[in-house]
Every structure is written in C-alpha cells, then in structure tokens.
C-alpha cells in the first residue's frame, strides 16, 4: 500500500487507509478472540473498540499490624529494651499496615481516526467495579513508571482529557502530535525492506502498553506471514 507524506517527510494516514489496515487487524483479533471490534458512526467513518477488564494492585486499610520498626529487620533484631518494648505495643495499637489488594478496573479503549493530524489516536476511559469513574490523576498513578518520564519529557506527548471527535463524550487520549514523527521511519524501514507490515499493529504496539494494553505477538507474527498482504 503507497504512502502518503507531509511537507517535512513524515507519513501520515488517510482515512481510507486507515479502515483499511482496521479491518486486517480486526480480521485477526477475530481469529485469536482479541476482542476488537469495529463501530460504523456514520456512512465513511468508524472505529476501533475494545473492552478489557484490569486488575490493579491497590492500598487498603484492612487492619493488619506492622510488628516491625521502620528500619529494623526482624529476623535480625536485637533483643528490645524494657522502653522499646512499651514503644512497640503503643506503635501496634494505633497503627494499620498498608496491604494491596487487587482491584478491577474495566478499561474502554477506542483507536479513531484524526483528519487533523492524519492519524489514528488512542482515546480510551475507565472505571471501578462500582462503576466510579477514574480521575486524571488515577490514570497517571496507573501508568507503569518506566513510560511516564517518555510521556513527560519525551516525544510521545502526553495524556489529557478532552471530547471523543465521534461520540461528542468525555474520554481521555494519548495526545497524537508525535505520530508521524514515530511512524515514518518504521513504515519507510518497511517498504525499503519489502516486509508486510500493518501501521495500526505497529503503532498499538507502541502506544497500547502506556496505559495497559497489550498487542498479542501473534499480530506480527500474522503479518510476517503474509495475512496482512498490502500490496
């Protein structure tokens, strides 16, 4: 499949291309049961949607207490004096321990097209069992720490809150400003080599982990093989 490129080089996608390689992908997610699916909005525009459940270690109170001083290994503690004694039992009474327990959180994502920044963006939403939506500020504690200093400081932008283009909804999104920059190299490495390649796949890859979505292997490996033909 021929590119397109901006005034600076870059690729960028056009709607048309992009249902395309939506449907490869999807076509694959169907054989492996990835759970992607595709919504028709309107005559010439859809999306992307997946719905993953996620558990998350979170902190909770349960009333269990900490024996142990801060800075002391109990294994390898001296016996305590009278004093520290006294200190331990008033520190086991007033004080609880922090113990984590897994937390479901039900993940929305959808990966739609911009005319804007003629690629696709990932938007995506979550919330608690009970339905409570997550803030801003939850989603970045949720955020794998070795993908937050690349968001901050980085060139993959960042994650904000703003309206799905589509749905006229609240959603957050991995902001797409650096898109073409990351998928230009990737896709003419492509075509220079005449490897199979589907952008979405490549691109879900590298954005979907940020905020906990993972891309099966098999996806290559389907494109390697030639299910992804784009000539």
């Not at 999306?47 to 979170?58: D, E, F, G, P």
């Not at 959180?105 to 919330?127: D, G, K, M, N, T």
Request: proline fraction near 4%; aromatic fraction near 10%.
């Amino acid at each position: 499949m021929s590119h397109n490129f901006n005034q600076d080089g870059s690729i960028c996608l056009g709607e048309q291309q992009f249902q395309q390689f939506c449907k490869l992908f999807i076509k694959h997610s169907d054989e492996i049961c990835n759970g992607w699916e595709w919504k028709q909005k309107e005559l010439n525009e859809g999306y992307m949607v997946k719905v993953h459940l996620r558990a998350i270690n979170s902190k909770n109170n349960l009333g269990v207490r900490d024996h142990c001083f801060q800075g002391v290994q109990c294994h390898e503690a001296e016996p305590l004096s009278e004093e520290e004694v006294n200190m331990e039992n008033v520190s086991n009474d007033t004080e609880e321990a922090q113990v984590t327990t897994p937390e479901l959180i039900r993940y929305e994502y959808h990966v739609v097209y911009s005319s804007s920044y003629q690629a696709p963006v990932l938007y995506f939403r979550a919330c608690f069992a009970d339905g409570k939506p997550l803030a801003l500020k939850e989603i970045w504690e949720n955020v794998h720490d070795c993908y937050k200093e690349r968001l901050l400081h980085g060139s993959w932008g960042t994650i904000t809150q703003q309206e799905h283009h589509l749905l006229g909804q609240p959603f957050f999104v991995l902001h797409p400003c650096r898109t073409s920059e990351l998928m230009t190299p990737i896709m003419d490495g492509a075509t220079q080599e005449q490897r199979n390649v589907n952008y979405i796949t490549s691109w879900l890859s590298m954005m979907g982990p940020v905020v906990g979505l993972d891309v099966p292997l098999s996806y290559a490996t389907a494109v390697s093989q030639g299910i992804f033909d784009l000539n």
